[in-house]
Structure formats: C-alpha cells, structure tokens
C-alpha cells in the first residue's frame, strides 16, 4: 500500500490542473441547474437522483432484480436491462454509512467522475503529453451533456473504468486492464468496446511477437514468457463480467445467452446497424422547424464521423481506435432512445483528442477563453435539458 501511495501522489499532482479545471466545470453545471430549477420550481436534487435511470438504478439497489412495467402498448420495461455494478456499489454504501440508496448513487458518480476525468488525464498525457491531457479532461466536462457525468447515472462509473483499463494496456499492465474490462463489463452493455480494445491489443502484440520471434535458418522460436501469460491472463479475464450477467439473464429468464436481447426487446432497443435512427432523421423533413434539427443531428453525427477518422488518421493507438470506434457503433446503431444518443457517445472520449491537440497547441489565453465559454453554454443547456420532460 505504502508503494502505491508513493506512486499515486507524483501522478495525481500532474493530473492536479486537469482534476481542478474539471471540478470547476462541473461545479458550474451543478450550480446553474440549481438556479434553473429553483426558478421552475424543482428540484436540481431530485432530477440528478430520482429520474429516469437514475430511479431504476435505486430500485435494482433497494428491491434487486425483478422489478418490471407493464405499458398501455405491451412493452415490458424490466430492471434486468440495468448492469448491477452501479448499484451494487449504491447497496454498499448505503449499508456502511447513512446515505439513502439515491445519495449513494449521487456520490458514486461524482467520486467516479473525478476517476474518469483523471483517467482520461492520464491516457492522453501518456499518449500527446501533459498539456494535451489537460486539455482533454476540459472537454470531456464541457461536453453538452456533461450534466449527465453528475448523475446517479452509470456512465461516469463506465467510463473511469473503461479509461483506466485502455492507460493499463497502455502501460502493459495486462491483468489491470482485463480485471477493469471485466468491471466496465458488469456496468453497461457498452462494456463490450473495453472487452474489444482489450482483444485488439492483446492479438496485435500477438502478431507482433510472432513476427519477432520468427526462426531464422536453425534458430528457434524463443518460448513465451510471463509477458505472453499476463497477456493471456487478461485477455481472458476481459469479457468476463458482461458475460456472466448476460449469462445470469439468461438463466432467469428461460432464454439462455438470447434472455438479455429479449429484455432490450422490452424496452424497443436492439442493434439494426443505424436503420431506424436514419429514419428518425429522415421523418424530421417533414415540415420546416423540425427539418431545422434533422440538419442538426446530420451535423452531428458528421462531425462524429471526422472526429473518429481524424484520430485514425493522427494515428492513435490501437486500443483507443478499437473503443472509440465499437462505442461510436453501438450508440448511433441502436434503434431507440434517439434522444439519448448524446449521452451515449460521452464515454468515447479519444474522439475528443484531436480537438485536445488543437487547444493545447493555441495560447494559454486562447484556449481559456474558448473553454470558459463552452462551459457556459454546456452548464444552461445541462440546465434546460434535465428540466425539459423527457429523459436525457
């Protein structure tokens, strides 16, 4: 413990600006939607604790699995669709200190937002430096829907995990990576994008490893060593945890390995390759005002095309490549909760490393100012958006 302490603080005074910048954003975020939802008569509290999946996350905490609802329409909404780490981690700390299950969810997430942020920090330092990382962390919390990183939401929780994991396999840290992959995995669906950059790297350094042990005339092939097993070791732990939740789906449902799909079925949420998104965005056509906003989500999602080729092309690592790209598909190939999409996309955070480099490349000044004024707009659209009806 005491090695660990010595070389977590060097790291975490690096990491110091980026960690400060961060919670300054988000205390700005925080403090406008309390001033927002005062002046409609609401409670900031409650939207970031006690909606929407936040509600459903509790309930799993409070009642465990089993929980479901029944629409006019006959969908079933059942809790199975929510991974348990989330609330697992609300059970238990609700049981250690007097925090109610809602509470415990609210300070998981921010004590995993500052996680994630300093994760984030530390794969783009180790990667395009210091300054860069800073940068990135910046922009990750003044994403527009950066409120969502202090909800009682699983996404910060995901992606402190996911961020963590990629800096391991960065850093050769193989049964770190693969026990954090298997952790994302019991966390969200898209835990499978960790699992993948996991398996991409570990099979890279495999071709990799054979080229350079090819025998040359009598030479023979070097046998594999603790590298090769620890590599293995956490390939292997990697899809473990999304793999048995899916399995324990499954086996209460009847279903076998299909009972997970038929429980997103219930909710109107599969995989279709981005077909009934690209009509939602056809449907706004239709009239004027709402043609307005198809242009929008078409800027949008052309934007998130550049970005991934952009970081292609600046040749991030593999491992970054695989996650951004597999969270990226699995976002905008989802067939409902079009209105989500946003917040779906917010744990791809390589895809914010090229805009990164560009602000770490601008004046001091420059670039302050251009953060400090996306954090305004993000904080009254964080601010509109939780106030707004339906679910962000």
């Given at each position: ?104 969810g609210f300070v998981v997430s921010l004590l995993a937002s500052l996680l994630a942020a300093w994760g984030v920090f530390a794969v783009t330092d180790h990667v395009y430096g210091r300054r860069a990382g800073v940068c990135a962390v910046l922009l990750w919390a003044v994403l527009p829907v950066g409120i969502v990183q202090s909800m009682a939401y699983s996404e910060s929780l995901f992606t402190a995990l996911a961020a963590w994991s990629l800096y391991a396999l960065l850093t050769g840290r193989w049964l770190t990576a693969g ?214």
């Amino acid at each position: 413990m005491t090695d660990l302490g010595t070389r977590a603080e060097p790291a975490l005074r690096r990491a110091a600006p980026a960690l400060l910048g961060y919670a300054a954003v988000r205390a700005l975020g925080l403090i406008t939607l309390v001033l927002w939802s005062a002046a409609r008569d609401k409670s900031a509290y409650t939207l970031l604790t006690a909606r929407w999946d936040a509600l459903w996350y509790t309930r799993v905490a409070e009642l465990g699995y089993g929980y479901e609802v029944r629409l006019p329409n006959g969908d079933v909404h059942s809790n199975l669709a929510f991974f348990p780490l989330l609330p697992w981690l609300e059970r238990l700390l609700s049981w250690v200190t007097p925090l109610s299950y809602a509470d415990a969810g609210f300070v998981v997430s921010l004590l995993a937002s500052l996680l994630a942020a300093w994760g984030v920090f530390a794969v783009t330092d180790h990667v395009y430096g210091r300054r860069a990382g800073v940068c990135a962390v910046l922009l990750w919390a003044v994403l527009p829907v950066g409120i969502v990183q202090s909800m009682a939401y699983s996404e910060s929780l995901f992606t402190a995990l996911a961020a963590w994991s990629l800096y391991a396999l960065l850093t050769g840290r193989w049964l770190t990576a693969g026990l954090l992959a298997s952790l994302a995995g019991l966390t969200r669906p898209v835990g499978l994008a960790v699992v993948a950059a996991v398996w991409a790297a570990g099979i890279a350094a495999l071709l990799r490893d054979r080229r350079d042990r090819a025998p040359s005339g009598s030479e023979r092939i070097a046998p594999r060593g603790a590298t090769t097993a620890a590599r293995a070791a956490g390939m292997a732990l990697a899809p473990l945890g999304a793999a048995a939740y899916v399995l324990w789906v499954g086996h209460r449902t009847g279903r076998g390995p299909l009972g997970y799909l038929d429980v997103q079925a219930g909710w109107r949420n599969g995989f279709d390759g981005g077909y009934a998104f690209a009509r939602f965005v056809a449907d706004k056509f239709t009239s004027l005002p709402s043609a307005l906003a198809g242009v929008g989500l078409i800027v949008g999602v052309g934007l998130v095309v550049w970005l991934y080729v952009t970081c292609v092309r600046q040749g991030q690592p593999l491992p970054l490549l695989v996650y951004a790209g597999a969270v990226t598909a699995l976002a905008l190939c989802a067939s409902s909760y079009f209105g989500s999409k946003p917040r779906l996309l917010m744990p791809a955070f390589p895809l914010l490393l090229p805009l990164a480099l560009a602000l770490a490349r601008a004046r001091t000044r420059r670039s302050a100012g251009v953060i400090a004024v996306i954090a305004t707009a993000s904080a009254l659209y964080g601010a509109f958006w939780l106030n707004g009806s339906g679910p962000p």
